[in-house]
């Protein structure tokens, strides 16, 4: 199964195929790359609830980096793209196994519990206040580049201590790095990346100030805390952005919902749970590779594979949700798995719900009539086999336009 352009602005009809061949792990060529996946890759896709929960737990599928970086190369296709290299950026907590995996872990933890987060509201509601205020006056404007990214940016650039001024920069580098850009422009832009966190925790190091970035200055060496600073800010703005933009078209798809939502706040809790399940930010999870051949529902994954699990498939397995395509907004399914699982599981989970929480709560109070502008079937959806979001999505007073193509 190739998974190309249509798999990126919908990936639900190939889940819908692959749970109708028994919701088996499925083999796969990835037609577009990102940064150090390259095109044409070879991999296995898992689906369903109870395979996706089985590799997470299971010792035999592995991250690190190191180690996996050889594997791309092997199981690629040769339909284009280059052998990928081992980037600084990409050692971090999220590409490595224990006990490497535990010691980066350990320095956030203490930042990102539900009670550390909580203490923030005020302050996350002021950002995406002052968010809409830059954009009073306006006839209509960008859902995605007007509000949900620099409202989603400012939030972690505060959570960790990066400097409001650099947020354009960093912005601009993120999307290159996570994209899949010409190999010369990634190198760029991620010798830039690496060269401004550098930097940054050199001054955090002789600093004293009380922020994530200088707790990981002064735990871990310099390398290690330019990696753990970078996927903290990248999949820090990047998902919460795409969950607030993907959940107000998914309102806009069910216009009853959004009707009794835009007349109960208080269901926006519940509302956010049922995005996260509904519509993941994520395509599909970050790499994993298999140390030995292992059955998994009855289908043999040879060893030295490359795996990805789909925590989106997973949210709409029928074996695990009742009517799992319904989108309810009164019945939360909040067993999902939007943010992964096992050791691995989002660190930044309750800030990211809070996020979205506080973006609705300023979004319905201040702009009560707000309806998608963008004309139907022009959406344009971001080629990434990872994060999946809009790359346009213009809103404002008025009768809502169509929304088509969305599952």
């Avoid at 509601?125 to 509000?147: E, I, K, M, N």
């Avoid at 580098?173 to 925790?201: C, F």
């Avoid at 022009?378 to 404002?396: C, D, E, I, M, N």
Wanted: charged share 20%; aromatic share 8%.
């Amino acid at each position: 199964m190739v998974l190309d352009h249509g798999f990126y602005v919908d990936p639900h009809p190939v889940y819908r195929a692959i749970k109708q061949n028994g919701n088996k792990p499925t083999e796969i060529i990835l037609k577009t790359g990102m940064a150090y996946l390259p095109p044409g890759l070879r991999a296995w896709l898992v689906t369903s609830c109870d395979d996706v929960e089985f590799v997470l737990q299971d010792p035999r599928f592995r991250k690190s980096i190191d180690k996996a970086m050889p594997l791309f190369s092997a199981n690629t296709s040769g339909e284009g793209g280059g052998t990928p290299h081992a980037s600084l950026l990409y050692d971090n907590m999220a590409n490595n196994d224990p006990p490497k995996h535990t010691r980066l872990r350990r320095p956030l933890n203490a930042n990102f519990t539900s009670r550390a987060v909580s203490t923030r509201r005020r302050d996350i509601w002021q950002v995406s206040t002052r968010t809409l205020d830059a954009l009073a006056g306006a006839d209509s404007f960008d859902l995605v580049q007007d509000y949900a990214f620099p409202f989603s940016i400012s939030v972690i650039c505060g959570t960790l201590g990066v400097p409001q001024a650099d947020q354009r920069s960093f912005h601009s580098w993120v999307q290159t790095i996570t994209g899949a850009a010409e190999p010369e422009v990634l190198k760029r832009d991620a010798g830039l990346m690496v060269g401004y966190l550098r930097d940054l925790v050199r001054h955090k190091r002789r600093g004293s100030e009380d922020d994530v970035l200088s707790h990981l200055a002064t735990s871990l060496e310099e390398p290690e805390a330019v990696a753990q600073a970078y996927a903290l800010l990248a999949a820090g703005y990047e998902t919460t952005a795409n969950l607030i933009v993907t959940g107000f078209l998914t309102l806009e798809a069910h216009p009853e919902q959004k009707k009794l939502l835009w007349s109960d706040p208080s269901l926006i809790p519940a509302a956010v749970e049922e995005m996260l399940r509904h519509q993941a930010p994520f395509n599909l999870s970050l790499y994993r590779y298999v140390t030995e051949t292992v059955t998994v529902n009855g289908t043999e994954i040879p060893a030295g594979a490359i795996v990805f699990l789909s925590f989106a498939a997973a949210n709409r397995d029928d074996r695990r949700f009742d009517a799992p395509d319904e989108f309810n907004i009164r019945k939360p399914r909040r067993d999902h798995m939007a943010f992964g699982g096992g050791i691995h599981n989002c660190i930044g989970k309750h800030l990211a719900r809070l996020e979205t929480e506080v973006a609705f709560e300023t979004l319905l109070r201040r702009c009560p009539d707000l309806s998608i502008l963008s004309p139907a079937g022009l959406l344009q959806w971001k080629a990434s086999p990872t994060f999946r979001g809009l790359k346009k999505l213009v809103v404002g007073p008025g009768p809502a336009a169509a929304v088509t193509g969305l599952a």
